[in-house]
């Protein structure tokens, strides 16, 4: 069998949709699945949209994500240039050829004359599909016309009758009357090639034999095959993907910072995370299962569990997926990735990371939420003396009062702070005071948290507080409850 080559063909547009690095792994699977390649080719023909930067927003996307390409423009590799831009020559002489065999022709239309004919269809209810006016030309007038130098285009001279089919992995068997294809411009005036064109010459040069793409790509596929029929050239296999949605309605939207991949890096979700989710949102592994790394995705990838309907990206799952594994992570990569989110509240603080970030591990669902929840060890948030009541620990403002008069005296008198002493010393007062433990330890973490959820209880808090602010949130929350 011959080897299986798939391509991510990625539009520098500086940021990577979610869509598309869910595109750019299914070719990764399928590729490493098969013992093939994966091969990455920047399509950049679109010079108008040019972005600073933007392939290597791509690079480093696909190797954080753990997809590494076998051939690419950074990495070369026995078809490159792998940069469209580069090959820019590369494409007239193919157009040219099919100028000579009939299946392609000059077009001098003018954008003017072009949008006068549109609107003269459109004002008679018509879809405007370009006339093949150019295409009655004498070869004379042609060859008059290039010699001065009017600026053309290449057109596609697509067949008017009949129709054309091909089967897709995922949508099965596609078929197209003929006379809605219209003649696709393959070469532009600036000589380039439109995306139309390249996407068959190259495909064809590297040696691609499956092309998974975006479902926009579906309807015009049967004009890429017109193109490789008529160079003699073996057509792929073509895998088109629905599109990732939000919901059974809405897109991913830019506005709402839920599409690109750095919109969820910089919320705090990790690679591993996403990745495992993304492969799951269009594809099932056929059981149940839903935890795999890179490794054990390839391993079970099939395509043809591929979905037809549309995939549903539902962030809330994506959260679950990365508080699991925030919870397995290796304590120290842990701490090494809170910490940014630690220091943007606690900075300067003095509050042991070490200790917050045990106390933190298994509490955090993304990185994003954990500022809001440590923020109250740099400061006391304002709160209502309604929080010391709770039903279960028995407590109300009344007991709590109790409870910090009981403390404070205990809390002064620890000279080691540490966590064994303080839980000694704390538990044996309330002992010797005959109260139940919740009735205080409950009262004690409202006054130095001023929150009902805190990573870990009165002690730990008391100790990454340290004495004398422990001692200052206890004289605070008497104040409050005094005024009760
Ligand atoms: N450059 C195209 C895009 O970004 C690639 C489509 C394809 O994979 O053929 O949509």
Not at 131 to 145: G, R, T, V, W, Y
Not at 212 to 220: D, I, T, V
Request: charged share 25%.
């Amino acid at each position: 069998m011959k080897e299986v080559r798939t391509r991510f063909a990625p539009s520098p547009t500086g940021f990577m949709h979610l869509g598309g690095l869910r595109t750019a792994l299914y070719n990764y699977l399928f590729a490493k699945k098969m013992g093939g390649k994966f091969i990455l080719r920047i399509e950049d023909t679109d010079q108008e949209r040019f972005v600073e930067g933007a392939t290597e927003v791509i690079y480093d996307t696909l190797r954080g994500c753990g997809m590494n390409w076998d051939e690419g423009p950074d990495i070369g590799g026995d078809y490159g240039p792998y940069i469209q831009s580069e090959r820019k020559s590369l494409y007239l002489p193919y157009a040219q050829q099919l100028v000579k065999s009939g299946h392609a022709y000059y077009c001098f239309c003018t954008r003017e004359e072009l949008d006068g004919r549109r609107a003269a269809a459109e004002a008679k209810g018509e879809v405007f599909k370009y006339d093949k006016h150019c295409l009655h030309l004498s070869p004379e007038e042609i060859q008059a016309k290039l010699d001065a130098g009017v600026p053309y285009v290449i057109r596609q001279n697509a067949p008017t009758e009949g129709e054309s089919s091909y089967d897709d992995l995922v949508f099965g068997h596609m078929s197209f009357p003929n006379d809605t294809l219209d003649d696709m411009v393959l070469i532009k005036q600036d000589g380039m090639p439109t995306y139309n064109f390249a996407n068959v010459i190259d495909d064809h040069l590297m040696g691609i034999t499956h092309v998974m793409r975006g479902l926009e790509y579906l309807s015009s596929t049967p004009k890429y095959n017109l193109l490789y029929e008529a160079f003699g050239w073996e057509v792929p296999q073509y895998i088109h993907l629905p599109t990732v949605m939000r919901d059974a309605t809405h897109k991913l939207s830019k506005r709402d910072g839920d599409a690109y991949y750095s919109d969820y890096v910089d919320k705090g979700y990790l690679t591993e995370a996403l990745i495992n989710y993304l492969a799951l949102v269009g594809w099932n592994p056929g059981d149940d299962r839903e935890f795999f790394t890179m490794d054990e995705l390839i391993d079970v990838f099939d395509v043809h569990r591929l979905n037809k309907a549309p995939g549903i990206f539902d962030v809330d799952k994506l959260t679950w997926f990365n508080h699991h594994y925030i919870c397995q992570m290796d304590f120290e990569r842990y701490l090494e990735l809170v910490t940014p989110w630690f220091d943007k509240v606690l900075a300067g603080k003095n509050i042991d990371y070490r200790r917050l970030a045990q106390l933190m591990q298994e509490r955090t669902e993304v990185f994003n939420r954990v500022p809001d929840m440590v923020r109250f060890l740099a400061e006391l948030p304002d709160y209502d003396v309604e929080l010391y009541t709770h039903k279960k620990m028995k407590t109300n403002p009344d007991v709590a009062r109790t409870a910090l008069n009981l403390m404070k005296p205990v809390l002064e008198g620890v000279e080691d702070w540490n966590e064994t002493t303080l839980h000694d010393t704390v538990m044996a007062a309330i002992a010797d005071a005959g109260m139940k433990n919740g009735a205080v330890l409950w009262p004690l973490r409202i006054a130095i948290s001023g929150q009902q959820n805190t990573p870990g209880g009165a002690i730990e808090i008391a100790w990454l507080l340290g004495k004398e602010e422990t001692l200052r949130r206890v004289d605070d929350g008497l104040k409050r409850l005094e005024n009760a």
